[in-house]
Structure formats: structure tokens, C-alpha cells
């Protein structure tokens, strides 16, 4: 079972940028999907954003245009490049990989984001 770590959280202003960064403890190549998400207190996790294994891209409606998700399989890691940061985007974000295929569906411990002036 591939172990999850994610960091690159914190502080930011709005309008500001973080890039958060998904470190795969095994090689991630032929992981069907690896996505982020985000869960804010009160509220049911959500799916921000994922990538398929070849490559397609699916984000929320409200990240599209400002969050990029992109993966290094050499790297074993999963980016998320936040841009035109909101304080609606402050929560606690996650990394996944799901593969139905070998029954995997494994997450990170988390990562704050907190957008605030």
C-alpha cells in the first residue's frame, strides 16, 4: 500500500499563491487516480481536483482557471499549483490515489491551507 505525505500548506494572503506537493512512499505510474481534496470544519470533503493516469485532468468549478494538478511519476509526487487564492479555499487538503483495480484507496494526513489577510 503506497503511504501519503502531503505538505507545502499555510498562511496566504488572497490573491496569493501555494503549491501543494503529494510524496508517494512507492512508484505511482500505474496508479489509476490521484487527486486532492479539500475538507473545511462543518463541511463534507470535497473533490478539488484530479489526474488520471494518462493524463486527463478533472477539477471543481470552483478552482477551474486558478489550480493546476500535475504528476511526476519519476518523482513519485503530485502537484497542486494554487493561484488567485480565495479565503473560500482555506481548508484542510488532501492527497488520494484510488485504483479500483488493486482495491487501493489511500489518503494523506493533510495539509492547512489557510487564505486571510
Known amino acids: 500500500q503506497v503511504q501519503l505525505v502531503e505538505s507545502g500548506g499555510g498562511l496566504v494572503q488572497p490573491g496569493g499563491s501555494l503549491r501543494l506537493s503529494c510524496a508517494a512512499s512507492g512508484s505511482i505510474f500505474s496508479i489509476y487516480v490521484m487527486g486532492w481534496y479539500r475538507q473545511d470544519a462543518g463541511k463534507r470533503r470535497e473533490l478539488v481536483a484530479a489526474i488520471i493516469s494518462g493524463g486527463s485532468t478533472n477539477y471543481a468549478d470552483s478552482v477551474k482557471g486558478r489550480f493546476t494538478i500535475s504528476r511526476d511519476n519519476a518523482k513519485n509526487t503530485v502537484y497542486l499549483q494554487m493561484s488567485s487564492l480565495k479565503p473560500e479555499d482555506t481548508a484542510v487538503y488532501y492527497c488520494?490515489?484510488?485504483?479500483?483495480?488493486?482495491?487501493?484507496?489511500?489518503w494523506g494526513q493533510g495539509t492547512q491551507v489557510t487564505v486571510s489577510s
Open positions: 488520494n490515489a484510488k485504483d479500483p483495480r488493486a482495491g487501493l484507496n489511500n
